[in-house]
């Protein structure tokens, strides 16, 4: 067997595109292509944060103070419109936002009435939701002015009118730790990324080592050795499942890696690092959350990928076996890949949670219990349930290839 | 010695093809039965060492699956494989070790060297290394393959890739070898390294069973042809009995004469 398992392996290695697939891509296209991703994002936000936003204002002498809160605030230039098309205006891009002060207003302060101001512009991206924020807290800003000013109209003290404002207002003293927060969105991140690696990872090999030598007239000499059925699928099985084990686990220590050098880069740049921030700007948090995972847990995250690389490894050894040719193959393959992925989007809605139940449940389990490795939230009870039920599922679906691959319907299948 | 008797094999069409079938209700082949294939009904011969016995007939006959059952990729229905006594069902290890099988589609792994390639074959058939060495040396040298032993199996000429496979198909020095129509889609230079290493075991302790389309080569080289038709054995004996039954005396003639008409035409 270990004949046939090397072989396959030192064929697979002279392999440029699993080479490719295998290192390359995990252990530098992915990390550099993150974290351009999050720089540009990062630039991006940036840019939105420091844009100067054209503001103009219709009948806004009613409302004293109103458009000088705007020109006094940073980022923020006032314009004349040209005409009364405000859409024209806006779709042009030669103002931001229109403040349009109906006839007749009046400071609130003075009426005591609340004014409606009408505010025309163009928000469809989340780079204008942060420039609307910026102009919700100008507009923030007037309001307690006005709120003060009605204050001191009723004799009111500050005390009051925050009361007034805010009857309770909660000071919050969240428990979760920072490890948990992060966990929260790097956990699902993290399954999400090691899953579609580990059944990818399988993909290409299993074509190789079934359809592949089927179309080859390769596996038709190798049954007619000394070797027996069962010994050859086992090492073929092997083959794969090494595949997809190492891709993973070289992208999980590149991401390690890779997220070392970043944070020194970042440290060098004398990036303030804020350790509540979950943006890509603060990448120097990325080592200090990483530190708080234990080695045993990353170990269990790479253990959990066992099993889950087995079950793949057998379905897509099955399927490839199966198939007449190459074309056949894929075309069983993009939807193992759906059906498989399927669970991992399911662990991840929100209520779902690892318990009993959930731990039995292939695939959503592994994801489910990532997650919590990442947050430091599992439940090693648990997961002691999820690799036996998740074992015992690889081992079955390894006992049936291995019968699949001794039906003669299967080897020549035409 | 190889003895065949009374050698079937049925297949079981799964649901969806039985159906088909069913639902067509025109019987192309008299060998289809009520969801199963009678690919092979009864096939009988044998082949003694040191003889090349030709295997004929029409495509579809039933010869590629009687060789596959032969070399233990199949499992008879019913019948019996006897390989120098031993019953190749029963016994399917010592089957294994004693053919070489070399048919066109067969091929080699195409990111492995000629070398790896035969050396991997021989590793699996359980010789040491030493053996291995010494094997190679010898059929590189009558094969004349020293030139391109060194390079991947993906870079060769179809005569290149040929000799590699007979060299692949021999390093375990086997008693029986099987030859399933080797010549097709070869250029008459690779065709004839093939029917010349054939030609070199006559007379040796080896047994060839040789199967073919190209009935030139059968007269060239075979002592005795098996002919078979829609899974059975329609004639098995001396070649030249067999060119003789028809008044031409061609082999040609024979095959025509003797096989199912429709399928011939």
């Avoid at chain 1, 120097?284 to 708080?292: I, M, Y």
């Avoid at chain 1, 759906?338 to 959930?358: C, D, H």
């Avoid at chain 2, 294939?37 to 007939?57: I, T």
Wanted: aromatic share 10%; hydrophobic share 45%; with cysteine.
């Amino acid at each position: 067997m270990w004949l046939v398992y090397k072989k396959e392996l030192l064929e697979i290695l002279r392999d440029k595109k699993t080479l490719i697939f295998s290192i390359l891509l995990p252990t530098l296209i992915f990390p550099v292509l993150f974290f351009a991703i999050g720089k540009f994002t990062a630039n991006k936000t940036e840019e939105a944060e420091n844009k100067e936003i054209k503001v103009a204002f219709i009948s806004s002498e009613s409302l004293p103070g109103f458009a000088d809160l705007f020109t006094r605030e940073k980022g923020f230039i006032k314009v004349e419109l040209e005409s009364d098309d405000f859409q024209s205006a806006i779709l042009d891009k030669k103002v931001d936002y229109i403040f349009e002060v109906p006839e007749g207003a009046t400071l609130p302060s003075n009426s005591q009435k609340q004014e409606v101001l009408k505010v025309y512009s163009k928000e469809s991206t989340k780079l204008d939701n942060i420039l609307g924020k910026r102009v919700d807290d100008v507009v923030e800003a007037f309001n307690n002015t006005q709120r003060m000013e009605l204050g001191r109209n009723f004799d009111l003290t500050t005390e009051n009118v925050k009361a007034f404002n805010k009857p309770i207002l909660l000071e919050e003293n969240n428990f979760a730790t920072q490890r948990e927060k992060i966990g929260e969105f790097a956990g699902p991140m993290l399954a999400y990324l090691l899953i579609a690696l580990a059944v990818s990872g399988a993909m290409y090999p299993a074509l190789e080592l079934g359809v592949g030598e089927k179309e080859r007239g390769t596996l038709e000499t190798l049954l007619l050795t000394p070797m027996s059925k069962g010994q050859i699928v086992m090492a073929k099985f092997g083959v794969i499942f090494t595949a997809s084990f190492f891709t993973v686990i070289v992208t999980l220590l590149s991401y390690l890696f890779w997220v070392w050098i970043f944070s020194l880069f970042a440290m060098d740049s004398s990036v303030a690092a804020d350790p509540d921030s979950l943006t890509g700007k603060q990448s120097g948090g990325g080592l200090d959350f990483l530190s708080n995972i234990s080695s045993l847990d990353l170990l269990l995250v790479a253990v959990l990928l066992v099993p889950l690389t087995s079950i793949f490894a057998s379905v897509m050894l099955s399927a490839s076996i199966y198939a007449k040719n190459m074309k056949e193959a894929q075309a069983y393959m993009s939807p193992i890949f759906m059906i498989g992925f399927m669970p991992v989007i399911v662990a991840f809605v929100p209520g779902m949670e690892l318990n009993v139940k959930t731990a039995m449940i292939p695939v959503t389990n592994v994801a489910l219990a990532m997650k919590d490795l990442i947050k430091g939230t599992v439940d090693y009870g648990l997961i002691t349930i999820l690799l036996v039920s998740t074992a015992a599922l690889a081992g079955g679906l390894l006992y049936w290839t291995t019968v699949f691959f001794k039906k003669e319907k299967v080897l020549f299948r035409s | 010695m190889i003895e065949i008797k009374d050698l079937a094999k049925t297949f079981a069409y799964d649901k969806k093809e039985a159906k088909k079938k069913k639902k067509g209700k025109i019987v192309t082949d008299p060998r289809e039965g009520e969801g199963v294939f009678h690919a092979v009904k009864d096939v009988s011969f044998n082949c003694k060492p040191g003889e090349v016995l030709g295997l004929l007939g029409p495509n579809g006959a039933g010869k590629t699956t009687t060789l596959r059952m032969l070399s233990t990729a199949l499992q008879p229905t019913a019948g019996q494989i006897l390989i120098n006594g031993h019953d190749v069902t029963k016994e399917p290890r010592y089957a294994q070790k004693q053919i070489g099988f070399l048919s066109g589609k067969t091929g080699l792994y195409h990111r492995l060297s000629v070398r790896e390639n035969v050396a991997y074959f021989g590793r699996m058939h359980g010789l040491s290394r030493q053996q291995i060495d010494e094997r190679i040396e010898k059929i590189f040298t009558m094969l004349d393959m020293h030139s391109f032993a060194g390079k991947r199996a993906d870079d060769l000429s179809t005569g290149m890739m040929q000799r590699a496979s007979i060299a692949r198909a021999v390093i375990h020095e086997p008693k029986v070898l099987v030859f399933d129509e080797p010549t097709t889609g070869l250029d008459v230079i690779s065709a004839k390294t093939v029917l010349d290493f054939i030609q070199s075991y006559k007379g040796s302790e080896m047994a060839v069973i040789f199967s073919t389309h190209h009935l030139h080569e059968v007269e060239k080289l075979c002592d005795r042809v098996c002919l078979i038709d829609l899974g059975e054995t329609k004639f098995f004996g001396p070649t030249k009995e067999f060119a003789a039954s028809t008044a031409s005396g061609s082999l040609y003639d024979a095959f025509l004469a003797s096989v199912n008409k429709k399928e011939v035409a």
